[in-house]
């Protein structure tokens, strides 16, 4: 069964699985302990700890490894804060960050913190002016992801670090998503990343802050880690991380170079094979494993489960797939398409057949799902002389992607320059029915508040 979902969890490396079963042996015991056991895990410990730092491009004694990457952006964030809070207690983000960053900034704004999020292009990239603008001198942090975990979008890391240390504000760079791929260029202060993103085992993550970033660990500490990741290490894990990065590190250039052509079969073939199709993320500058695009009138969830069926295994951005039924942070950021999402991430091994086959099987799947919810066919129709000047589409109450689908059908009924009006309370028509309009060639008005509950949103005829 194709596993097309490595952006969420990259499968276990061989690497990985020897290093793990040969550590569990040697590595039990406490690497503090100054007997010949505890010895032997010192030793294994600092090796880990070396070859991860290489990794990463830092000193080993900048380099701690955390229970999850989650953990080590959590701490990393809420360290460098309260190290600099004399300086003032500003957080500045891009829109697209990781929900582990997100969470963080929030949890700073509740303790009477402020975090400020810089938008992002249709692309999902930040420009570098506005993050520059945001910087001032009561900021005490800058957060900036390496590559975008939904759409694979690389951002402009070195130009931003440049700014950032112009303004005198560290940078922290959630690297999750591209370290297995290669170090991070530019003037970084802070650095974090998952193992199970590049191959290694879940459990471990690692958090590198350079010398000279004012840094206050927060939370009961102890003397493990440098006091920044308290608790027994789970070394056997440590070991296998960082074998399995330095082995992935090693075959990328080949491995990126496969998997980009295949990834650029998709990016074309998609659109040529499913009518109404919105390929997201920038094209160019993007991780070489991923790609996103997402299916008007459709519904996700319902999307994925029969791509399951079929035998692939996938991910999604959409409404629909999501248990607060609110579309992505990242596509609401970056106004694109969110309903019928997918998000391809090939593992490393991924075979070329795996990937023809996807493409032979989607476009049947996209039309069933669409044919079920009784979506329309083909072009806007011509609408009648003596059509209404404006419609109302009572869609309330009714999720991703019913609104849109019958906004679809009956734009044709009004003439050009008719407006139809859509009620509807479900939050993905908020970047849904702008994004039909863009792709179909329609006006979109705007929103306003509904008397009978949910939102307005106004769509003109133009053609």
């Not at 029969?306 to 942070?329: A, I, Q, Y």
């Not at 003596?386 to 003439?415: M, N």
Request: proline content about 6%; glycine content about 10%; hydrophobic content about 45%.
């Amino acid at each position: 069964m194709p596993y097309f979902d490595a952006a969420s969890a990259a499968p276990l490396h061989p690497v990985a699985r020897q290093a793990l079963l040969a550590s569990l042996d040697e590595g039990w015991a406490d690497p503090a302990r100054l007997y010949r056991e505890g010895r032997r895990a010192r030793l294994l410990l600092d090796a880990a700890r070396e070859a991860a730092a290489d990794a990463v491009g830092c000193r080993p004694d900048e380099l701690v490894f955390t229970p999850s990457g989650t953990r080590a952006v959590h701490a990393g964030v809420s360290g460098a804060l309260a190290g600099r809070r004399r300086v003032g207690n500003r957080l500045v983000v891009s829109a697209v960050e990781h929900s582990s960053v997100l969470h963080a900034g929030e949890a700073h704004a509740a303790a009477g913190g402020t975090m400020t999020e810089v938008p992002v292009g249709r692309t999902g990239a930040v420009r570098v002016a506005d993050f520059t603008a945001a910087l001032d001198g009561g900021t005490a942090l800058a957060c900036l992801q390496s590559a975008n975990h939904e759409v694979g979008t690389e951002q402009p890391v070195a130009e931003v670090a440049e700014a950032c240390r112009a303004a005198g504000v560290p940078l922290l760079v959630d690297a999750a998503q591209s370290l297995g791929w290669g170090p991070v260029e530019g003037a970084w202060s802070l650095l974090a990343a998952s193992a199970h993103k590049w191959g290694g085992p879940a459990g471990v993550g690692l958090l590198a802050v350079r010398k000279g970033v004012r840094f206050a660990a927060q939370g009961p500490s102890d003397e493990r880690e440098s006091g920044r990741a308290p608790g027994f290490a789970n070394l056997p894990a440590i070991v296998a991380a960082a074998a399995s990065l330095r082995a992935v590190r090693a075959e990328a250039a080949t491995e990126a170079a496969r998997l980009r052509v295949l990834v650029d079969r998709i990016r074309a073939r998609v659109p040529e094979l499913v009518p109404d199709v919105e390929v997201v993320g920038d094209p160019v500058r993007r991780l070489p494993h991923l790609v996103t695009f997402s299916c008007l009138y459709v519904d996700g969830e319902t999307l994925l489960h029969e791509l399951d069926r079929e035998g692939f295994s996938v991910s999604s951005g959409s409404s629909c797939t999501s248990s607060t039924l609110t579309p992505s942070h990242v596509l609401r950021a970056m106004g694109v398409l969110s309903e019928g999402n997918v998000r391809v991430s090939l593992p490393a091994g991924t075979p070329e057949e795996d990937v023809d086959r996807f493409l032979e099987v989607l476009p049947g799947v996209v039309a069933s799902v669409r044919e079920r919810l009784g979506a329309p066919r083909g072009a806007t129709a011509a609408g009648a002389a003596a059509a209404p000047a404006s419609l109302v589409v009572d869609a309330l109450g009714r999720r991703c992607p019913i609104p849109v689908i019958e906004l679809a059908k009956v734009i044709g009924d009004v003439p050009v320059g008719g407006t139809v009006t859509v009620l509807a309370d479900d939050e993905a028509a908020r970047l849904d029915i702008p994004a039909w309009c863009e792709m179909r060639g329609q006006e979109y008005v705007g929103e306003e508040p509904s008397e009978r509950g949910g939102t307005a949103y106004v769509v003109r005829r133009v053609s």
